[in-house]
Every structure is written in C-alpha cells, then in structure tokens.
C-alpha cells in the first residue's frame, strides 16, 4: 500500500526530530518514530531520498561519531539565560542567511537553465590544479 508524499512540513518535523534525538540514531528507527508522529510509516529510500533529512540525518550521525561533548554547566541562571539567547539569536541568524542562499541559488538556477546550461554541466567537478607545474621552472 503506498502512504501520502511527505509534505516541506513532514520533512520539518523529521529534520525536528533528528535534532532532537537522544541514543543511537538509526534510519529503523527514525522511520518507527515517524509512524508515531504521521500514522504511517515511510521507508528508509522515502526518508533518505529528501535531501534535508539527509542532511540533518548526517551530521546528526558524524556528530555523534565524533563522542560525547562535555557539557559545561553554567554558573548562574543568568548566565544561562544570555547563552541561550546569545544561541537563540545565532539561529535565528542562520536561519535567515539560509534563506537568503535558497533565494540566490534559485536566482542562479533560473539563470542557468534561461542559457540552456544543464544539471550535469553545473554539477561538473573543478578542475584539479597543479601547482607543482610552476614550482619546476
């Protein structure tokens, strides 16, 4: 039986839940967590196939690779209160330059295929520089 496309708020709140995970992270996993929160259960290829959730599902996975991170805990409320709105505000922050890269990139994609320049030419690796060539002369 096939279940309903994840809509960009399904895949908000699967980015929501990667982030707020706790224990070991697995895709299993997280498709069971998403049959609590939907009603239904997407596969593995659904979840992985939406490049955000991806995304959000690596660097959950490197982050929790590279061990546990020693929490330092604040020596008052109020210090605490002005790193959390000092974090708050670095969100927020990236959340708008985000937008604004969505907003150019799209710029730039309406421009390249307006030129007829394709997917697979822009996504063409760089060219590799020998920078040993000058250094034998």
Request: a positive charge; charged letters at 35%; glycine letters at 4%.
């Amino acid at each position: 039986m096939r279940h309903r496309n994840l809509t960009e708020h399904d895949i908000q709140v699967l980015i929501d839940l990667i982030d707020g995970w706790d224990g070991k992270l697995t895709w299993d996993g997280l498709c069971d967590r998403a049959e609590e929160v939907f009603g239904f259960r997407p596969s593995r290829q659904t979840l992985n196939s939406h490049q955000a959730v991806k995304s959000a599902f690596d660097a959950k996975k490197n982050h929790a690779k590279a061990g546990p991170q020693p929490s330092r805990r604040p020596s008052s409320l109020s210090y605490a209160e002005q790193r959390i709105r000092k974090l708050e505000s670095e969100v927020e922050r990236h959340k708008y330059e985000n937008e604004r890269l969505i907003e150019t990139f799209v710029r730039w994609q309406y421009n390249a295929q307006k030129r007829g320049i394709t997917k697979a030419m822009l996504d063409e690796h760089l060219p590799v520089i020998d920078r040993d060539s000058s250094e034998k002369r």
